[in-house]
């Protein structure tokens, strides 16, 4: 029985079915924003919600009966339990103080496509695992922010005020400039008693250092995912990538070259050869 019901939770055909009434879950969570399907079709939605809740719930059991006499292992798995709390949260009350707690639970239940597909998993891991570098790009980015925010308080806040008047004021103007947020209509022409050469190297140098830090978290968050991906492959086939063989055998050509090279000039010091020696030309030959 208990063989049987590990085949099922372990199949393709149940797990496409799981991400097919996710992906249900999300289209019916949009649905009900809209008052007039919810007046016309409200009793139809609130079914296929309760169908959808039902089938997340006898997901966790199959998955817990799976485990056999050993159930609680099911929550050993981080992404069990995100499913897990998305359950107990759908199943509270309706009305009350749990209304507004219940439909963001509707919406929570599209993120179990994390949970679902392996490669959104790996992807989220590799994020969580890159926060700590992401955390030093973030400080330096938060240091230019400051600075450039100070300096346009100094340069600019008399002519502009609404922008550049204060602190805060600076911070969301900077954020819009760094995120090309219709930038260019943020200032444009309201800086007319400023140097033009003033404004140019103020906002472009913020943009290009800016649009730089950014562009380098997302490259080392890329190279995690490349790793991880490169890593779980590795334990899923036991062998390594042919990138990996690569590189290990240019790291074997690197360290041969060097010792050659080595011997090379302890040959040069040691002056002639021993009779019967050959020199390492020779031996490489």
């Known amino acids: 029985m208990i063989k049987s019901v590990n085949q099922l939770v372990a199949s393709k055909v149940f797990h496409h079915f799981i991400v097919a009434v996710i992906v249900l879950a999300g289209v019916v969570a949009g649905l009900e924003t809209s008052p007039a399907l919810m007046a016309e079709h409200g009793g139809l939605l609130d079914a296929l919600d309760r169908l959808i809740l039902g089938v997340f719930i006898v997901e966790a059991l199959l998955k817990m009966a799976a485990l056999g006499r050993r159930p609680w292992c099911y929550f050993a798995d981080g992404w069990n339990v995100f499913d897990f709390l998305i359950i107990v949260i759908c199943v509270l009350p309706v009305g009350g103080p749990f209304a507004a707690v219940l439909r963001l639970a509707r919406a929570l239940r599209l993120l179990r496509l994390v949970s679902a597909l392996p490669k959104l998993q790996l992807l989220v891991g590799a994020l969580l695992k890159s926060l700590s570098a992401m955390g030093y790009v973030s400080l330096l980015l938060a240091l230019l922010f400051y600075i450039y925010a100070v300096a346009g ?121 021993i009779a019967g020696e050959r020199k390492p030309e020779e031996i490489s030959a």
């Open 153 to 273: 308080i100094h340069l600019f806040g008399a002519h502009e005020p609404k922008n550049l008047g204060s602190l805060p004021a600076a911070f969301l103007s900077l954020f819009r400039l760094v995120t090309l947020d219709n930038w260019a209509a943020l200032f444009n022409g309201q800086l007319p008693h400023v140097p033009s050469i003033k404004v140019a190297l103020y906002f472009v140098t913020f943009i290009i250092f800016g649009t730089m830090i950014i562009m380098n978290s997302m490259s080392e968050m890329h190279a995690e995912i490349a790793e991880r991906d490169r890593a779980q492959h590795e334990r899923e086939t036991g062998v390594a990538t042919l990138e990996d063989d690569l590189r290990s055998l240019e790291l074997e050509l690197k360290e041969t070259q060097t010792r050659m090279a080595s011997l090379r000039r302890k040959w040069a010091r040691v002056g002639a050869p």
